[in-house]
């Protein structure tokens, strides 16, 4: 059954929660037109239903991993910030996006924001990279932020928050961009996985004969294991995004490697299963 990851191996993994997003049905769509969050129709009940708040929109963590491995703290992603984010789509109530909790969480883990080395973001999305820099400074003083370089087109030169503050760490010195799949750190290593965004990094956490998968957005809910043709809308490439997760869960199925991500509820870990007709996460 899918539970916080707290170890692998010889690692240490704890999970942060930073905030929260609030969306309606509309997140994800595909050939069959618009479906919420939660288990496809006939899935399994072991599959993680998202609590829902009072207005009806699905409740979304954002959250983020610290790893400590071989002398060497990472955080993998960095929340949303201290900020909150609204829209409305067209047809549809008010949609947010709020952080501003990762600091207490980290405390609250016996975490210090100077203790981290390196910061790697699965991509640079907002919602994903949010605590890089704060009050005119990098927020971990003293880390290394990596991210896909695929990605760097998104922020070069490019307006917005996010764009903003990955400009101002790379005039700083502070940005190194991942080409390929490498190794970053003992035991951490990188997946190209393009679609979400063309940089879009997985990262695959080994220590002895232990394995695990951050997955980012590029497969950002138990529902997308299931359903692996539904686009996000927030997709770059919704055609390569698909395809995508199919290679990814292709390798995954049936495996003991655990995955999990920023947006599985409860900051769940599980496997990828195979059921009669579809996918599961359990």
């Known amino acids: 059954m899918a539970a916080p990851l707290q170890s692998l191996g010889e690692m240490q993994v704890i999970g942060v929660q930073d905030g929260a997003g609030y969306m309606y049905q509309g997140i994800f769509g595909g050939p069959d037109g618009d479906r919420p969050l939660g288990p496809p129709p006939g899935g399994h009940g072991d599959s993680p239903i998202e609590e829902v708040d009072e207005l009806g929109r699905t409740v979304i963590p954002i959250s983020a991993f610290v790893v400590r491995t071989g002398g060497v703290t990472a955080i993998i992603d960095a929340g949303i910030g201290e900020r909150s984010v609204e829209w409305q789509p067209p047809g549809l109530g008010a949609q947010k996006l709020?952080?501003?909790?990762?600091?207490?969480?980290?405390?609250?883990?016996g975490v210090t924001r100077e203790e981290i080395d390196l910061v790697l973001l699965t991509h640079v999305h907002l919602d994903h990279n949010g605590w890089v820099w704060a009050d005119d400074a990098p927020f971990f003083p003293n880390a290394t932020v990596r991210c896909g370089a695929g990605d760097w087109a998104l922020v070069d030169g490019q307006p917005g928050?996010?764009?903003?503050?990955?400009?101002?760490?790379?005039?700083a010195g502070r940005v190194e961009l991942i080409d390929g799949d490498i190794d970053v750190a003992p035991g951490i290593s990188t997946l190209h996985t393009p679609g979400h965004t063309p940089g879009h990094?997985?990262?695959?956490?080994?220590?002895?004969?232990?394995?695990?998968?951050?997955l980012g957005d590029a497969i950002s809910c138990p529902l997308q294991i299931a359903a692996p043709e539904l686009e996000a809308a927030a997709d770059v490439d919704k055609e390569l995004g698909i395809a995508t997760r199919e290679r990814v869960l292709r390798e995954l199925e049936g495996t003991d490697t655990l995955v999990g991500g920023p947006h599985f509820p409860g900051?769940?870990?599980?496997?990828?299963?195979?059921?009669?007709s579809r996918r599961y996460f359990s």
């Open 98 to 109: 709020e952080g501003g909790a990762l600091p207490a969480a980290l405390a609250a883990a």
């Open 201 to 214: 990094t997985m990262y695959v956490l080994s220590s002895g004969e232990q394995r695990a998968m951050i």
């Open 267 to 276: 900051l769940e870990f599980g496997r990828v299963l195979m059921g009669e």
């Open 161 to 171: 928050e996010g764009a903003a503050m990955m400009q101002a760490l790379a005039t």
